[in-house]
Antibody, heavy 115, light 107 residues
Framework: EVELVESGGGLVQPGGSLRLSCAAS????????MNWVRQAPGKGLEWVAG????????SYAVSVKGRFNISRDNSKNTLNLQMNSLRAEDTAVYYC????????WGQGTLVTVSS | DIQMTQSPSSLSASVGDRVTITCRASQIISTYLNWYQQKPGKAPKLLIYGASSLQSGVPSRFSGSGYGTDFTLTISSLQPEDFATYYC?????????FGQGTKVEIK
């Protein structure tokens, strides 16, 4: 059974940093691209970043480019999102999602950026 | 970036109704279009991928159609568990943009 479990969320001050992780199980992790998608309180879904199966290709939403870095450790079946220079508008639930079709999602982890 | 526009933003319907939600892309995306259902406090769930392919385990009352820029999600007979928010997403190119969502409420 496919399972994705996010961790690392919390309260951080504007300008601060946070590192999210997503532990994957139940599928051949290195075979699939992975994504981060976020949802601000009461708002819609926003695709944040994606990474290829080998980790060699990455892409970002304009809103986070230059501040966020997506990476993966295929030996540990783990997806990461390093978030720097955080802003109030980055406050959201962050989900990891499997593959180009986003066919499996984690339960999400809440990031709150506030002083 | 490709802009995805859903309509309507919300709708009220009764159990048993046929419901149609549309999604328009700002440029041609072939059939690289997915539909998701999200209930409050839960992660989104994939319903349809490739514009018309039903994800495993999803009831057959859900169907998708379209090609190019115009797409449709249809629920043939609305059930109580279908009251939720629905999102389209293009997977043609990154950033993989979502529509703004359509909230389906009980009439």
């Amino acid at each position: 059974e496919v399972e994705l479990v996010e961790s690392g969320g919390g309260l951080v001050q504007p300008g601060g940093s946070l590192r999210l992780s997503c532990a994957a199980s139940g599928f051949s992790f290195a075979t699939y691209g992975m994504n981060w998608v976020r949802q601000a309180p009461g708002k819609g879904l926003e695709w944040v970043a994606g990474i290829g199966g080998s980790g060699g290709s990455t892409s970002y939403a304009v809103s986070v480019k230059g501040r966020f870095n997506i990476s993966r450790d295929n030996s540990k079946n783990t997806l990461n999102l390093q978030m720097n220079s955080l802003r109030a508008e980055d406050t959201a639930v962050y989900y990891c999602a499997k593959g180009g079709y986003h066919d499996y999602w984690g339960q999400g982890t809440l990031v709150t950026v506030s002083s | 970036d490709i802009q995805m526009t859903q309509s309507p933003s919300s709708l009220s319907a009764s159990v048993g109704d046929r419901v149609t939600i549309t999604c328009r892309a700002s440029q041609i995306i072939s059939t690289y279009l997915n539909w998701y259902q999200q209930k409050p406090g839960k992660a989104p769930k994939l319903l349809i991928y490739g514009a018309s392919s039903l994800q495993s385990g999803v009831p057959s009352r859900f169907s998708g159609s379209g090609y190019g820029t115009d797409f449709t999600l249809t629920i043939s007979s609305l059930q109580p568990e279908d009251f939720a928010t629905y999102y389209c997403q293009q997977s043609y190119i990154t950033p993989r943009t979502f529509g703004q969502g359509t909230k389906v409420e009980i009439k």
